[in-house]
């Protein structure tokens, strides 16, 4: 079985979030969603509308997605958990293109293209206009 997988807040789910995660699916037979828990997020100086079981919930509805795992951690557990489930191919948006080239010597790395005129900051600062 060739088992993929990614990593993201996944808040505020759109089509960017969409297309990426079906096109990683599409790469092998099995898709794992490391999503970065609030606690996290904090770390990353991010916040998000959703709380982690609410974006969990989301995630776990998708037919492409066929586990969810909590991200707390950057380069030590994507590592670690390309050991643990035996992960084929790593997927990123490429606008993270190169920062985890280091992981070619345990998987394949992939960094698909993102989705144009969408993301969830834009999202954001759509609504804002509304108010």
């Known amino acids: ?7 993201g ?7 960017g979030h969409l297309n990426l995660l079906r096109r990683a699916k599409e790469l092998g037979d099995y898709l794992i969603v ?3 828990t609030d ?4 770390v990353k100086n991010k916040k ?9 919930q989301l995630l776990e509805a998708l037919r492409f ?3 969810v795992i ?4 950057d380069k030590e557990q994507k590592l670690n958990d390309i050991k643990k489930y035996n992960v084929h191919t790593f997927v990123m948006g490429d606008d993270w293109r190169g920062a985890y080239d280091y992981l070619k010597e345990f998987c394949d790395v992939k960094y698909l ?4 005129n969408i993301s969830t900051t834009r999202i954001k600062k759509d609504l804002k206009k509304f108010k």
Not at 48 to 56: E, K, L, P, V
Not at 70 to 73: A, C, G, K, L, W
Not at 113 to 116: A, C, D, I, K, L
């Open 1 to 7: 079985m060739k088992i993929i997988i990614t990593y």
């Open 9 to 15: 807040t996944y808040d505020l789910l759109h089509k």
């Open 34 to 36: 490391g999503l970065s």
């Open 39 to 42: 606690e996290f997020n904090k």
């Open 48 to 56: 998000a509308y959703y709380n982690y079981s609410q974006r969990n």
């Open 65 to 67: 997605v066929d586990e």
């Open 70 to 73: 909590p991200e707390v951690s």
């Open 113 to 116: 293209p993102r989705t144009p």
